[in-house]
């Protein structure tokens, strides 16, 4: 099992940036890729951003959707197992509730049931 603990919502004005964090504990070994994802009210999770991992610490090939391309940036911690959403230029189109999911298969990884552990789920409203 792997379990997945979110933080580092908020509240921001448009034009403002947000770091998210998730950390992993459990079998992280297991662990192929890590992606974020977001859901709004009335609408389905889309994936926003996703990362390879190879054994402990070697993160590799970030993707990101094309709605978020130049403005985020995700990125492994190797020593701590955590993967981090650096948000910038943030629009109020961002605003949803923004999860990070874990994915202990090696093929497709751009849907939601391509994951196998969940977090909880961290609310990120951009409104001025």
């Known amino acids: 099992q792997v379990q997945l603990v979110e933080s580092g919502g908020g509240l921001v004005q448009p034009g403002g940036s947000l770091r998210l964090s998730c950390a992993a504990s459990g079998r992280t070994l297991s662990i192929v890729s890590m992606g974020w994802f977001r859901q709004a009210p009335g609408k389905e999770r889309e994936l926003v951003a996703a990362?390879?991992?190879?054994?402990?610490?070697?993160?590799?090939?970030?993707y990101y959707s094309n709605s978020v391309k130049g403005r985020f940036t995700v990125s492994g911690d190797n020593a701590q197992n955590t993967v981090y959403l650096q948000m910038n230029s943030l629009k109020p189109e961002d605003t949803a509730v923004y999860y990070c999911?874990?994915?202990?298969?090696?093929?497709?990884?751009?849907?939601?049931?391509?994951?196998?552990?969940w977090g909880q789920g961290t609310q990120v409203t951009v409104s001025s």
């Open positions: 999911a874990a994915s202990e298969g090696w093929g497709n990884f751009r849907r939601a049931t391509d994951y196998n552990y």
């Open positions: 990362i390879r991992k190879s054994g402990e610490s070697i993160w590799y090939m970030p």
